[in-house]
């Protein structure tokens, strides 16, 4: 079965804090993904990657950036963190570049007092 | 931008009933049409996925109806239970990545 791990399933930072979100995939996949979810708004990609030390924007990228030094870990990284920021996060990989099944980890609850 | 509408936002059904969900989208460059399945506490999970030139694919109780030249498919669960309480998402694919849908929550009462 693959797995994705996320480092946390809550995290409470404040205002201004860099936050580390971490994802670890243990089926040697080549793509990871990072997700924000929201209440209406479904999924939204925020950052993927192809490769190692490859990355791509996704479609909110703005206030992240992220972090792919090995094949199997993907890190997102909050430089300056927002109160506009907390949500929940879902990194998720998959073993092809054009297939349309991404495997989920469980997901980070961010809340940014 | 809005390239994909998902529709109801919610939807209550009663057990062994039929559970409809709809997805409407823009880009004519998606290549492959799959559903996923959230449940609370959980990560999205694939359940079901068709290619353009494919009508309809049935697995088990869940069966997906497309229309390309509306550009709309739907996701259909039949002899709904409450084990399918959960929250749907239409996602095309296309241009390497997933675009989701906003969701349906779908509640199936005993």
């Known amino acids: 079965d693959v797995k994705v791990t996320q480092s946390s399933r809550y995290l409470v930072k404040r205002t201004g804090e860099k936050v580390f979100l971490e994802c670890v995939q243990d089926m040697d996949h080549e793509n990871m993904f990072w997700y924000r979810q929201d209440p209406g708004l479904g999924l939204r990609l925020i950052y993927f990657?192809?490769?190692?030390?490859?990355?791509e924007k996704g479609d909110i990228p703005e206030g992240y950036s992220v972090s792919r030094e090995k094949k199997e870990r993907f890190s997102l990284i909050l430089e300056s963190a927002s109160t506009n920021q907390t949500s929940m996060y879902l990194c998720?990989?998959?073993?092809?570049?054009?297939?349309?099944?991404?495997?989920f980890g469980p997901g980070t609850r961010l809340t940014v007092l | 931008q809005q390239q994909v509408k998902q529709s109801p936002q919610s939807l209550i059904v009663q057990k062994g009933g039929i559970s409809i969900i709809n997805c409407a989208y823009e880009?004519?460059?998606?290549?492959?049409f799959p559903w996923y399945q959230q449940f609370p506490g959980k990560g999205p999970a694939l359940l079901i996925a068709?290619?353009?030139?494919?009508s309809e694919k049935k697995e088990g109780r869940f069966t997906i109806s497309f229309n390309k030249s509306a550009k709309q498919f739907s996701l259909h669960i039949m002899d709904s239970q409450p084990g399918d309480s959960a929250t749907y998402f239409c996602?095309?694919?296309?241009?390497?990545?997933?675009?989701f849908g906003t969701g349906t929550r779908l509640l199936v009462s005993p």
């Open positions: 068709i290619r353009p030139d494919v």
């Open positions: 998720a990989s998959s073993p092809t570049r054009t297939g349309y099944e991404q495997f």
């Open positions: 990657s192809y490769d190692v030390k490859m990355k």
């Open positions: 996602a095309p694919t296309g241009f390497q990545k997933l675009v």
């Open positions: 880009n004519t460059a998606f290549d492959y």
